[in-house]
């Protein structure tokens, strides 16, 4: 019985999730789902890659907490329209949240919408919400078996940014091993050795992002 309820609301977050992809598909806007545990830097790369993809695309953000709005004032702090999505408790955004918040942009005036996720290594990842991408953020410190212990996320997820790769010294991290045990269950993930401090990686990434974007967006 508990299983059939789990699995009729994920069909329904799937029916919802097809629908913004419609709509995303008539308004050619690109949506990007960043996911990765608290702390993992989510907001501090979402910063990073405003900076650079504003100059070509205008870009808004829906902010994922379960509580407080500190994420969506930084990025307003940069004027750029953002939504705080507060799931007052659940730990991960499902796609009829994100189709009610649509509602709060002017979507004649959007070409790529980042969504920050609930930090969480585990949930988000079930939940489609109608992105285009899905970025996995994996920081140094949190350790180098995680892609083993939440394969879910990482197996879904286009990109894999290994974050704060300026404190790769202080920690034993095989990013080599990652990237391998990535791979294998997701051949055609792209791993990026990134940092949010000095901005390593951060062009590489953007230069993918860039022509994802431009492949749906001018098509
Ligand atoms: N050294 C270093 N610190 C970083 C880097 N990226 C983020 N941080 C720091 O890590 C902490 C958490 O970063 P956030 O960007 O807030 O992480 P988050 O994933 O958005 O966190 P939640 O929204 O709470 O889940 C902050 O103190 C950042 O300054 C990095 O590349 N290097
Ligand atoms: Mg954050
Ligand atoms: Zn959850």
New binding site residues.
Partial sequence: MEIKVVKQILEWNEDCSNEIKETFQDKKIYMINVM??????????IVNLINELRKEFKVAVIEG?IAGQI?AEKIKSMDIPVVQLNTDGACHIEAMSIKHILQYFNLEEVDVIIV?NI?NLVCPAEFNIGEDIRIA?L?IPEGDDKVEKYPLMFATSEILVL?????KEHFEFNDTKVENIAREMNQNIKVFR????TNQGINELVNELKIKINNKIKA
């Fill in positions: 990765g545990s608290p702390g993992a830097g989510k907001t501090s790369l907490d994420d920050e930090g953020i920081s974050n704060k790769y300026d404190m990134v940092s949010n401090k």
